[in-house]
């Protein structure tokens, strides 16, 4: 172990003392001291030792014999896995998270370690269970996923590497349904499991087809389940900061170079892989040949879609943007055309005015919040300018609309005053919700469930994702994550 300084991000509290192992990077020691409830000197052991001891209490409570609190510790200090934020702080987390470290399931000798994996989705589900007993959807989810792709030997944008991740989804999703299902044995079920794809029928990775499909058949045999939904792909944060994680989620590494200038550890494993030294690799290029080629938005979306059937929930699929020639700006009339349409999402009462061309199409948009915060105001005024702009420059309307819809923060819920949408997960779900309904005729856009977005962050004032509420009153900082994968 050792102790380091770790500075507040918002320069408003003097450094706190975090002990970490020696190994792990300066990173980590800043994510503990953000996920470490307190103020004071804290170790890594201390923290996880908070969150994890509760765990174990409800689980020798429910007559579960599994060493949850030791297989926990070491799924922590092995970086294979960490839970999210409000599991740190000890609050009831309506949506409580896990993520499993790809890469750290990787051994260089070895290979990679398919029964650990299915084994920390099973005890990740089970431990977010005992930790929010409330909870009626989980969030098991991966990230790293370039990394161990690297470490295997194989090109991100090949279809070998898409059967990997579909495998990896499958069995991560049958390990934490599994788990689900031993939960509603012992508490009783809440939900019918859905049936979902099956996994490849071969992977590059000797045993990962095979455990994934033995899983999914185990899986169907048990359709009752405790959870709703028990598998998802978030943005990343703090977890995968105190991980190591370099990408996030199932993105491609976008540089092979690191913050500062240095080869990312992502790509020193495909280097190897490929048996290649820093000095061979450097003449490859002086040679006209990149031994380090970057996968590019159609590569990232061909992954999204191999891997979002086998998980309940996924970011919006990456965007592929035609090359568009240089336009200019296209002024709206001085007098225009458009409407104003008056709403309340979540109880949280909005004015949306458009401004149209001569022929029909948007051009311009405005939110009116005339009752929340002036730092809240003055984001989303920004934000329909910065729309507006877009719009006048000819970016398509159905391009917001993809990228928009289902963004989750409060204020969120049931939509009054406005007939085309019915709940909104979002302020600005809402708003590009009516949009597509009154300017482009779409009425096919998932509907956002209830329950989600009656559990959006904000029931109250609006929540930035700089200022979530903790139970003692303070506020959780939720730390910009540097990551090559933005």
């Known amino acids: 172990m050792r102790r380091l300084a770790a500075a507040d991000p918002d320069g408003e509290a003097a450094p706190r003392a975090v002990a970490i192992p020696a190994a792990w990077a300066d990173a980590a020691g800043a994510a503990l001291a953000e ?15 908070a969150w994890i001891r509760p765990v174990a209490e409800r689980a020798r409570r429910a007559g579960i014999e599994a060493p949850l609190d030791s297989d926990l510790h070491a799924l922590l200090l092995a970086r294979r896995g960490a839970p999210g934020p409000a599991i740190w702080a000890g609050m009831d987390d309506p949506r409580p998270g896990l993520v499993l470290n790809l890469a750290a399931f990787h051994d260089p000798e070895h290979g990679f370690d398919t029964a650990g994996f299915a084994a920390a989705a099973r005890l990740a589900a089970t431990a977010l269970t005992l930790a929010v007993p409330a909870a009626r959807v989980l969030g098991v989810g991966m990230a790293d996923l370039a990394g161990l792709l690297a470490a295997l030997g194989l090109d991100y944008d090949s279809p070998a590497a898409r059967d990997v991740a ?15 299902a031993d939960m509603a044995d012992r508490f009783g079920p809440l939900a019918q499991a859905g049936a979902p794809p099956a996994a490849p029928a071969a992977t590059e990775v000797p045993g990962l087809a095979e455990a994934a499909r033995r899983a999914q058949a185990e899986a169907a045999a048990r359709p009752q389940r405790r959870h709703g939904a028990t598998t998802a792909i978030a943005a990343p944060g703090l977890a995968e900061a105190l ?11 976008f540089s092979p170079l690191d913050e500062q200038g240095h080869l990312t ?13 820093v000095e061979a690799a450097l003449a490859a290029m002086l040679a ?7 996968a ?6 061909a992954m999204h879609a191999a891997v979002a059937p086998h998980l309940h929930a996924m970011p919006a699929r990456p965007a592929l943007a035609a090359p568009l020639a240089p336009t200019l700006r296209r002024d709206l009339p001085s007098r225009r055309a458009g409407y104003t349409q008056k709403a309340a999402v979540g109880g949280h009462k909005l004015y949306l005015r458009t401004g149209e061309y001569a022929d029909g199409r948007l051009g311009e948009i405005s939110i009116g919040l005339h009752k929340e915060g002036p730092a809240f105001r003055g984001l989303m005024d920004s934000f329909a300018n910065a729309v507006s702009l877009g719009l006048q420059h000819g970016v398509p309307l159905e391009a917001f609309v993809e990228a928009f819809t289902l963004t989750r923060f409060g204020p969120a819920g049931s939509v009054e005053g406005d007939p085309a949408v019915a709940r909104a997960t979002s302020l600005i779900d809402y708003v590009f919700r009516t949009l597509a309904v009154n300017y482009l005729g779409r009425t096919d856009l998932p509907e956002a469930a209830a329950e989600e977005a009656d559990e959006a962050v904000g029931q109250g004032d609006p929540l930035l994702p700089l200022a979530l509420p903790r139970q003692d009153g303070a506020r959780i900082r939720r730390r910009a994550l540097r990551l090559v994968a933005k």
């Open 35 to 49: 996920l470490a409830p307190g103020i004071g000197a804290i170790s890594l052991q201390a923290a996880a030792e």
């Open 166 to 180: 579909a495998a990896l989804a499958a069995l991560l999703r049958a390990g934490a349904d599994l788990a689900s």
């Open 243 to 253: 991980l190591g994680v370099e990408t996030g989620g199932i993105a491609p590494e």
């Open 265 to 277: 550890r992502t790509a020193q494993a495909r280097l190897a892989a490929a048996g290649m030294g």
């Open 288 to 294: 006209g040949r990149n031994p380090l080629p970057v």
């Open 296 to 301: 590019g938005p159609a590569a990232h979306a």
